[in-house]
């Protein structure tokens, strides 16, 4: 009876204790890396991105944020991220074409230049096609959420664009296949970083920059170059935020879910922000800043059809050595086309969602 007596209050003990170290919810810090600044519309759309995983997993998931290549330089943010360097990371695909080369395909021009519409259907063209899913795969990397730069437009120091003729015997700044596209049109390229391209527009070094709507006033380039032209004829894509893909498949299903939905959330908050800047910025240099105006001309649609018409090329030698690597470009471009079909026509008769 004492060894039974002795047995109960051992096993009582016991289960007090069991009861005292019962597990809490473990907290993981999830590193993050990027080669930006922490300013500007995207680096405040990935902090609020890590601000709601704090508050939606309750405290068990958040993010130290490491800016400006402190922690990988953003070339080798792709590796880095996939080989543990740092759990998460921002990552854009024309660093790695080799190794991110159907990815790519969201960096060349098309029919459609809306950022939610683009960023809504590259966010599902990762997560349902196999060829993209094999690269992430190779790389170590799950894709969280998809970005955008926005749409690429087009300022001149003193004479405006307003047909593909206008182009021929300019100086410009060119961006990846659009600036590409630009010199096939009769422009001299010139290569000059976007944080150069005030001094160089001032110097006449270059007569023309490529660049974003919402750079424009960021950089002060109203200063030197007044001449604004809207071309909407793409934007560059291949930009996302990944995670590791080992710290992926260690998180719970539970915070796998808080991440998925989040990444959808993401894409409309920054969307919305991004054109919403974009929109002020035009409207902004058209009004006057500083006391100067902007001529802000948008370029004629039969004149757009022919810079996509110009595009054609580089996608046809995308498609070429899609086959080389394997990859069924034929098949990832009529997907791509049909999720912009998909979402442009979800826009058009639904709204965006911060509008419903």
Known sequence: MKIYQKGVKLLATGVLFAGLAAPVAAKQVLTYTDGSSNRGARAEAVIW???ELN?????????????????LKAKAAAKGVGAGAADMGFLIGLYNPKLQ?????????????????????????????????????????????????????????????NSIDDIKGKKVRGI????????????????????KAYQALDTGLIDCTQTYSYAIPSFKMYEVAKEVTVLNWGALMALSVSMNKDTWEALSDEHKKVLETLSIDMIDHYTKTISSENAKA?????????????????????????????????????????KDLGIDGEQLIRDYQALLRKYD????TRGYPWTR
């Open 55 to 71: 508050k939606r997993t309750n405290g068990e998931l958040t993010m130290e944020m490491h800016w400006g290549g402190s922690l």
């Open 176 to 195: 990846g296949v659009y600036g590409k596209v630009f010199k096939d049109l009769g422009a001299t390229p010139v290569r000059v970083s976007i944080y």
């Open 101 to 161: 080369h159907a990815y790519t395909l969201g960096d060349y021009p098309t029919d459609y230049s809306d950022p939610w519409v683009l960023t809504r259907a590259m966010q599902e063209l990762v997560a349902t096609n196999k060829d993209m899913q094999k690269e992430f795969d190779a790389l170590n990397l799950k894709h969280i959420v998809n970005m955008t730069s926005t749409e690429i437009q087009l300022v001149c120091k003193d004479t405006p664009v």
């Open 49 to 51: 991105f890590a601000d």
């Open 282 to 322: 035009l409207s902004d240099l058209e009004k006057g800043i500083d006391g100067i105006k902007s001529n802000v001309n948008f370029l004629p649609e039969k004149e757009r059809a022919k810079l996509i018409s110009a595009s054609n090329a580089y996608l046809d030698d995308w498609k070429a050595k899609s």
């Open 345 to 348: 026509e979800e826009r058009k």
